[in-house]
């Protein structure tokens, strides 16, 4: 709703320099322009998920409460012309950075609802380095985020950092997470296999892949967990990328879920593949492994 506010106020304040000042035609047909390029898919997508989550009634409420606000915002004159023309060179630099980061993200969030993959190969990435991380003692990873994902502390010991879709909001995570090898399992050969030993029993592999975690040789596996979510049987799908160097595991975890037990998350985990392989296939680790 905040960023749907935004939008929504953004283009009100537009339309009012239109009417008060129609020879400023050209300038408000580019910034109109830059607008819908950058930011028509993000509406699109807010009022689907708007739908999708409210009823009619109150989406109409939402609109006509926002629609009065608008209105005494906007309902004075423009002093001067030249106020108008700095409006729309802000409104088309905000078409390329926004300094409110959670306007930023929820825009960012919705641009690239339908495929999260591009948000990184637009180029919206945040860099994650462990270096002075505090768990991440002789640790160096760096990890490509996107920038509508929330970095947050995990709780779990062995993970470093978690990221989390939506602003925080979202189903969907990112982890790092770095486990130190016993000595005898510091030649480990990770295979489809092996990794079944590591299963906990609520744990289902449903397949694996030799990939690469970088220019690093590493084993893919896909597994649905259940999981107690307050109090309650949940079920979370889960692609573990995962290599050994040092006497060290790594693993970059992409998750969908939790959910119903008897949902499906096969297509949840669909669209969020391409994103989770491509984070794997742009993580660099300092050196090479030896690894499977």
């Known amino acids: 709703m905040e960023t749907y506010a935004f939008l929504r106020g953004q283009n009100a304040a537009i339309t009012k320099i ?122 160096s990873i760096k990890i490509p985020i996107p920038k509508s994902w929330l970095a947050e502390q995990a709780d779990m010991p062995h993970t470093i950092q978690q990221f989390t879709s939506y602003n925080g909001t979202g189903k969907e995570k990112l982890l790092i997470l770095v486990y130190e090898l016993p000595g005898e399992l510091k030649d480990c050969i990770m295979n489809k296999n092996s990794i079944v030993g590591f299963l906990s029993p609520r744990t289902t592999l449903i397949r694996t892949e030799d990939v690469k975690l970088g220019e690093t040789p590493a084993l893919m596996s896909e597994v649905e967990e259940i999981i107690e979510c307050k109090g309650r049987d949940m079920k979370v799908r889960i692609m573990q990328f995962m290599a050994i160097k040092d006497q060290k595991l790594y693993c970059l975890q992409g998750s969908v879920g939790p959910a119903g037990v008897n949902q499906n998350l096969k297509p949840m985990l669909l669209k969020y593949e391409p994103l989770f392989r491509l984070v794997a296939a742009r993580t660099r680790l300092e050196k090479c492994c030896k690894i499977f």
Request: hydrophobic share 35%; glycine share 4%; charged share 30%.
């Open 18 to 139: 239109t009417e008060e000042f129609p020879g400023l035609k050209n300038q408000i047909w580019e910034t109109n322009k830059k607008i819908k390029d950058y930011n028509g898919e993000a509406e699109k997508n807010i009022l689907k998920f708007l739908h999708e989550e409210l009823n009619n009634s109150h989406i109409t409420q939402f609109q006509a409460r926002l629609d009065s606000l608008l209105r005494q915002q906007i309902q004075r004159p423009i002093a001067k012309e030249e106020f108008a023309i700095d409006f729309l060179l802000q409104a088309q630099e905000r078409t390329k950075n926004i300094r409110d980061k959670s306007i930023s993200k929820g825009i960012l969030s919705f641009k690239y609802h339908g495929a999260p993959h591009k948000e990184i190969m637009d180029g919206h990435i945040d860099s994650f380095e462990s270096a002075h991380h505090p768990k991440a003692e002789n640790v």
